[in-house]
């Protein structure tokens, strides 16, 4: 198993009684994204209601990690302590390939000098972190091949 | 029946602030300086604390109306007000605020404050060290997106992918911020210019925001007071009347984890028309103009939205002369603005609009009349104001 790309530190994700299927699915390699079950479309981040038809019988779609970056980010200076020795690092603003257009963030695997291509189209990588306390899953990014 | 609008129907008559201080370094508490602002702007309006009968902040300021109340004396509280949101976005929504209660005859006398000391109280910049997060933050801060600028950089880089904009339009806006702060002695960076190589030579915060494109960090307090328009003459001061001010954000700007449909926008897009449709004005009626600093992404932006150039014309508009007073096209930021005289969460933006009315800036547009401010882009609500003069009534 890879390192994670961060340093170790930051705050972890506490899933919550709103996105507990999606944090459980990353920890099975499963990118799940909240999806209607009347009207049948994704939306993110999780809410409580469908914002398109107001039905709160929500569920969880599977979709394929792969997407396409709409920003992006290279972060040079450290706002937490676990960051001061990191050096650069990118975040991704990714929209999801045939999920309605939903974005996450994550960051884009690789040298942090890289080249950062709006549009480019990525690919997910589950990024495992089984020795925190409680253990989860963080969804990472590089160029697809 | 006439349409429903604050045109005219409120006037600032008193504006007062503290010194302003470099982070930590005020030498009273935040509540103290709070209470100097507001004392501060009542001398300047030439009125008692006592006959305060409202008061309107935002972003969770954390002074107390009652307490104020109480510590200065106040005969009556009408009304205590808080606009939603964080950022600087509720600066100009804080005055409408104020304007609607005295309008509507449920306060006579209200004041707009905001204090801050981020020395006391915690930094924006700085990411909070706990051991987890939940809810939204969850899908962001594990990767390292943590402070104001990780939030709204990716709106700006998206824009300016979009829309072609060069580094050098970003620079022109820092350099007009400090060239004016140069003039105001207020200013924390007075006696600190900035100049082309120092802004390129400076440290990337985050790509595509060098240091200088990012705010400062500050302690102090501003305030103003505000009566019924009808009442402006009774002053000291030359009167300003606030023809229009709106709140809000475009169609689901508040979608968690970076949904908003509208992605590269500085929230104002659905604002400015009903910003212009109460004053009766358009861009090109504006003399001079504040717009709240963050980043300068986020200026840029505003000033696109707010129709003063389109997207396409950036790079030719925001070269530094036409950013400067008293001559250029569109002086911007006269204070110093967020960059270069207080990060006050941009109320100090308010004050300085008024005294461009007023005819007291350090960095004086000449004749001007009316004068706009826009408030904390890319959060949502935001909000935007325009002041003006007797003349424009």
């Known amino acids: 198993m890879t390192s994670p790309y961060l340093r170790p530190g930051l705050p972890a994700p506490l899933p919550s009684d709103l996105d507990r299927p999606y944090w459980e699915g990353l920890r099975d390699e499963r990118l799940l994204i909240q999806r209607c079950k009347r009207c049948a479309r994704f939306q993110w981040g999780p809410e409580w209601i469908c914002h398109r038809c107001l039905n709160v019988d929500l569920g969880w779609t599977e979709v394929e990690p792969r997407g396409f970056i709409y920003s992006h980010q290279r972060v040079w200076h450290p706002v937490h302590p676990a960051l001061r020795e990191q050096g650069p690092y990118v975040i991704v603003l990714v929209t999801i390939a045939h999920a309605d257009e939903v974005r996450v963030v994550g960051n ?24 925190a306390d409680p253990a989860y899953t963080l969804l990472q990014w590089r160029y697809a091949r | 029946m006439t349409p429903r609008s604050l045109r005219g129907r409120a006037a600032i008559v008193g504006i007062g602030e503290t010194d302003y201080y470099k982070r930590g370094q005020a030498p009273h508490a935040e509540f103290k300086l709070a209470l100097e602002a507001i004392v501060n702007a009542c001398a300047d309006a ?18 107390d109306p009652s307490r104020i109340a109480a510590a200065l004396g106040c005969k009556e509280l009408r009304f205590a007000n808080m606009q939603w949101g964080g950022g600087g976005g509720g600066g100009s929504a804080a005055i409408g605020n104020a304007a609607a209660a005295i309008m509507s005859g449920m306060a006579e006398c209200v004041v707009v404050f905001r204090a801050l000391a981020q020395g006391q109280h915690g930094r924006y910049g700085q990411g909070t060290a706990v051991p987890d997060v939940d809810g939204h933050a969850a899908h962001t801060v594990p990767y390292g997106l943590l402070s104001p600028a990780h939030m709204f950089v990716m709106k700006y880089r998206r824009f300016m992918h979009e829309h072609g904009v060069r580094q050098e339009a970003l620079r022109a806006i820092a350099m007009a911020s400090y060239a004016h702060a140069q003039e105001n002695p207020r200013a924390v960076m007075h006696g600190r210019p900035l100049d082309e190589k ?37 002053f000291p001061h030359p009167a300003c009347y606030l023809l229009a001010a709106v709140a809000g954000s475009q169609y689901r700007a508040g979608a968690p984890v970076h949904n908003t449909p509208d992605y590269a926008t500085a929230s104002f897009k659905t604002l400015a028309p009903r910003l212009y449709a109460m004053a009766r004005m358009g861009p090109a009626d504006i003399d001079v103009l504040q717009s709240y600093e963050n980043f300068t992404g986020g200026v840029l932006m505003s000033i696109v939205e707010h129709g003063f150039c389109s997207a396409a014309e950036v790079n030719d508009f925001f070269v530094l002369d036409n950013l400067l007073a008293p001559d250029g096209q569109l002086p911007l930021n006269t204070s110093g603005g967020n960059l270069a005289e207080c990060y006050m969460h941009g109320l100090g933006l308010n004050l300085e609009a008024v005294r461009q009315i007023r005819r007291t800036s ?6 001007a009349e009316v004068s706009m401010v826009i408030s ?14 007797e003349a424009t009534l």
């Open chain 2, 198 to 234: 120092t802004y390129d030579d400076s440290r990337w915060i985050v790509e595509p925001w060098h240091l200088y494109d990012c705010c400062l960090e500050n302690d102090g307090a501003a305030a103003m007071v505000l009566v019924a328009g009808e009442r402006a003459r009774d």
């Open chain 2, 376 to 389: 904390g882009p890319m959060v949502t609500p935001v909000s935007s104001c325009i002041f003006g003069s």
């Open chain 2, 362 to 367: 350090t960095a004086q547009v000449p004749r």
């Open chain 2, 46 to 63: 030439g009125i008692h604390p006592r006959d305060i009968d409202g008061f309107a902040s935002y972003s969770n300021d954390r002074s």
């Open chain 1, 108 to 131: 884009l695997l690789g040298d942090p000098l890289q080249d950062l291509v709006i549009g480019a189209e990525v690919q997910g990588v589950f990024e495992h972190h089984a020795d």
